[in-house]
Nanobody, 125 residues
Framework: QVQLVESGGGLVQAGGSLRLSCAAS????????MGWFRQAPGKEREFVAA????????AYADSVKGRFSISRDNRKNTVYLQMNRLKPEDTAIYYC??????????????????WGQGTQVTVSS
């Protein structure tokens, strides 16, 4: 069992930056692929970014490519999402998720086995 706890959300002006963190419990974090998803009010949960177990393979949604960056520190059992040049449309609850198939980076939420509780990101115009 893995527990995931996100932090780092908040209110930021358009054009600003935030860094989200997701701390994982358990000894198996380094073998898991990790993903970030988000859900805006009235919308479906959508893929944002993912990385494989080492962080050497990453994937991004087109809407965030070039602005967001996913990384991980397996010594700290933590995955990060650096968000730059934020836009009002980035406003959402952001969730991290763990995929026990650590070699892949998947964009489908049903492929992930564990989820955090989410952290709110609000971007004002």
């Amino acid at each position: 069992q893995v527990q995931l706890v996100e932090s780092g959300g908040g209110l930021v002006q358009a054009g600003g930056s935030l860094r989200l963190s997701c701390a994982a419990s358990g000894r198996t974090f380094s073998s898991y692929a990790m993903g970030w998803f988000r859900q805006a009010p009235g919308k479906e949960r959508e893929f944002v970014a993912a990385c494989n177990w080492s962080g050497g393979i990453t994937a991004y949604a087109d809407s965030v490519k070039g602005r967001f960056s996913i990384s991980r520190d397996n010594r700290k059992n933590t995955v990060y999402l650096q968000m730059n040049r934020l836009k009002p449309e980035d406003t959402a609850i952001y969730y991290c998720a763990a995929d026990t198939a650590g070699w892949r980076t998947r964009a489908e939420s049903h492929e992930y086995d564990y989820w955090g509780q989410g952290t709110q990101v609000t971007v004002s115009s």
